[in-house]
T-cell receptor, first 113, second 113 residues
Framework: GNSVTQMEGPVTLSEEAFLTINCTYTATGYPSLFWYVQYPGEGLQLLLK?????DKGSNKGFEATYRKETTSFHLEKGSVQVSDSAVYFC????????????FGTGTRLTIIP | NAGVMQNPRHLVRRRGQEARLRCSPMKGHSHVYWYRQLPEEGLKFMVY????????ESGMPKERFSAEFPKEGPSILRIQQVVRGDSAAYFCASSPGREFEQFFGPGTRLTVL
């Protein structure tokens, strides 16, 4: 079956540091890949997505590239801010938006000033 | 346009009681998904519903759990005779169709004493 393995947290960084959160997946076929963010007390929000190999998703300074050869979708940001503190979830679906999402366990990120 | 609404946000039940969780999708959305997040784990798909129909319930425990999405009113996730292992955060998502992004609610945190 499908599965997502995500970098263990929590992760604590100083403001303006470089961020990488690793995500690898196992799936049949050609899944779509997503990063969701959850701020305290709120629901998950879609941060970025990629629907085919070599696609790069980007939003709010975050980027992730769909690497089929390494089955990875690592999240990166060049300079983090305190407001980026949240829990980040990597996820996949069989097709974009189609039916159920399979999530990783989440990575809690804390940015200190 | 209001987002996905879930109530209650927090629910406390004693073992053996019933829990009812409600989800009001975004306006114009006729597809609803329920996910469960156990402590220290990622979100796990439970059930996918369209108005008056269950499309996929492959993630739903076979006993004590049921879901509905009537023609009028919110979607309801019902857990009968709750046990301590049901303590979790339950998230609802909605979309206007299978091929579209899922928008998540803030979740209901169920605690079973």
């Amino acid at each position: 079956g499908n599965s997502v393995t995500q970098m263990e947290g929590p992760v604590t960084l100083s403001e303006e540091a470089f961020l990488t959160i690793n995500c690898t997946y196992t799936a049949t076929g050609y899944p779509s890949l997503f990063w969701y963010v959850q701020y305290p007390g709120e629901g998950l929000q879609l941060l970025l997505k990629a629907t085919k190999a070599d696609d790069k998703g980007s939003n709010k300074g975050f980027e992730a590239t769909y690497r089929k050869e390494t089955t990875s979708f690592h999240l990166e940001k060049g300079s983090v801010q305190v407001s980026d503190s949240a829990v980040y979830f990597c996820a996949l679906s069989r097709d974009f938006g189609n039916e159920k999402l399979t999530f990783g366990t989440g990575t809690r990120l804390t940015i200190i000033p | 346009n209001a987002g996905v609404m879930q109530n209650p946000r927090h629910l406390v039940r004693r073992r053996g009681q019933e829990a009812r969780l409600r989800c009001s999708p975004m306006k114009g959305h006729s597809h609803v998904y329920w996910y469960r997040q156990l402590p220290e784990e990622g979100l796990k798909f439970m059930v996918y519903l369209q108005k008056e129909n269950i499309i996929d319930e492959s993630g739903m425990p076979k006993e004590r759990f049921s879901a509905e999405f009537p023609k009028e009113g919110p979607s309801i996730l019902r857990i009968q005779q709750v046990v301590r292992g049901d303590s979790a955060a339950y998230f609802c998502a909605s979309s206007p169709g299978r091929e579209f992004e899922q928008f998540f609610g803030p979740g209901t945190r169920l605690t079973v004493l």
